[in-house]
């Protein structure tokens, strides 16, 4: 385990877990990196900017955020919606911490700047979130649905400001009618690196995998409020992870040795994100992937490589994982942490044939979030032996793994048998709700036992 250490400033470790031993022709490596940052966010850490470290007046972290509210015509079906919505981000206002920039836009088939208005970002204190909440009086619902403009907006707002933390929060509560997919598409990929954002879908109207793209895209979170009255606390706890945030545009960088191939990369812990595709060259042999922004708190990551095959009792060096922090002026980027992934030859069989706890974990893990999300598609294009057969296997792989908030969601779209073999029963009737709340939390680990 490697640690980077500073007075003042988050501590970043990482531990990695394999079974190094490869029998004579083994060729694939696994690993699991644990990565934990610890004494910034909630403890009192400062951000990391360039070489030294700085805080604003009052004490609040160096960020920015702005709020995307749904203001389209759907919203007022019931009206509850929109006054829950504007709740709900009052909320979020009054848990800003003094000295964040912040604005509100309010999104339909145009994005509009609700406070502070005039391209700007204003500053939070007592008078500034009076001033917010007062405008939220005046939003109503009217007119469609095109996140995509709601994303660039934030995106100029949040681009305009000399922060270290970027981040947005959206709420939809429909589908994305007013533009075309590759609309939405073209402004995540215009957004992505520049911000991170949480994303929300308040009641069932609204498409999944659209919400979870938003996310998956920014390095956010993704999750249903199918009962609007739980909007307030989920936006509190939304702004309150957000202002735990104190280090930006962490990478997870991996150097591999000639001859080695990287199969996958991929975070599988507090949820499964796939990172393959999102590698940008880093020197030679050398890639970047992106994991967001950080505050205190623990990841993990599944790392696999190919390696040339090796006679037995030779070993090497399979890939170093390093974090890297970007140094914001252009200049030498830090090493936060490094640890080592090894390969080993042995004809001892046993050594050779042991699979590692957390890598069979997160293995099984990372079906069952495959699984589940086969599964609710084959039940939607009435494939039922199909669905059967996917979500008993989600049913075997949460019992066997513990995951227990998994398989309780699991439990109210199918009737299950016996967990351990994965028998089940589709249910003749589930509520949609239930059924989006599985899709939409499908991705949703749980650590290895220790």
């Not at 046993?350 to 890598?359: C, E, G």
Request: aromatic share 4%.
């Amino acid at each position: 385990m490697a640690n980077f250490s500073k007075s003042n400033v988050p501590q970043f470790s990482v531990e990695v877990y394999q079974n190094e031993y490869l029998p004579e022709g083994g060729r694939e490596v696994n690993g699991i990196i644990t990565v934990t940052s610890t004494g910034g966010g909630t403890t009192g850490g400062v951000p990391l900017t360039g070489a030294t470290s700085s805080r604003l007046p009052g004490g609040a972290a160096d960020a920015a955020v702005v709020i995307m509210v749904d203001c389209s015509g759907s919203m007022d079906y019931p009206p509850t919606k929109m006054r829950n919505a504007r709740d709900a981000t009052a909320a979020a206002i009054d848990t800003l911490r003094d000295g964040t920039s912040f604005a509100v836009v309010g999104g339909t088939h145009v994005a509009r700047e609700v406070y502070p208005g005039n391209g700007r970002l204003a500053v939070a204190d007592a008078q500034t979130k009076a001033q917010a909440k007062e405008a939220l009086r005046r939003l109503s619902a009217g007119g469609g649905t095109a996140i995509g403009t709601w994303l660039r907006l934030a995106d100029r707002l949040l681009g305009a400001a000399d922060v270290e933390i970027r981040h947005g929060i959206l709420l939809t509560d429909g589908r994305n009618e007013h533009e075309a997919p590759e609309d939405l598409r073209a402004a995540l990929d215009a957004c992505a690196g520049r911000f991170t954002c949480d994303a929300r879908g308040v009641g069932t109207d609204w498409e999944v995998k659209e919400v979870t793209a938003i996310a998956s895209a920014l390095l956010g979170t993704a999750d249903i409020v199918a009962d609007p009255s739980g909007l307030a606390a989920d936006f509190t706890q939304m702004m309150e992870n957000a202002m735990g945030k104190e280090v930006a545009d962490v990478a997870l960088r991996l150097w591999t040795p000639v001859g080695v191939e990287i199969k996958f990369v991929k975070q599988v812990a507090p949820t499964v994100a796939e990172l393959t595709d999102r590698r940008t060259e880093a020197g030679p042999r050398a890639g970047d992937y992106p994991t967001g922004s950080w505050g205190d708190e623990s990841r993990d990551y599944h790392v696999c490589v190919q390696v040339p095959e090796a006679g037995i009792g030779q070993e090497m060096l399979a890939a170093r994982v390093s974090l890297i922090l970007p140094d914001p002026a252009g200049g030498v980027p830090r090493t936060l942490s490094q640890g080592l992934v090894r390969a080993v030859w042995t004809d001892d069989m046993v050594a050779s044939t042991s699979i590692n706890p957390q890598v069979a974990h997160y293995t099984g893990q990372a079906e069952l979030a495959q699984v589940i999300q086969q599964g609710l598609d084959a039940r939607k294009s009435g494939d039922f032996d199909g669905a059967t057969a996917k979500l008993g296997r989600a049913v075997q792989l949460a019992s066997a793994s513990g995951n227990e908030d998994t398989a309780k969601l699991l439990s109210k779209v199918v009737d299950v048998v016996d967990a351990a073999t994965g028998t089940v029963r589709l249910k003749a009737k589930v509520a949609e709700a239930d059924e989006m709340t599985l899709e939409t939390r499908s991705t949703k680990t749980v650590r290895v036992k220790k």
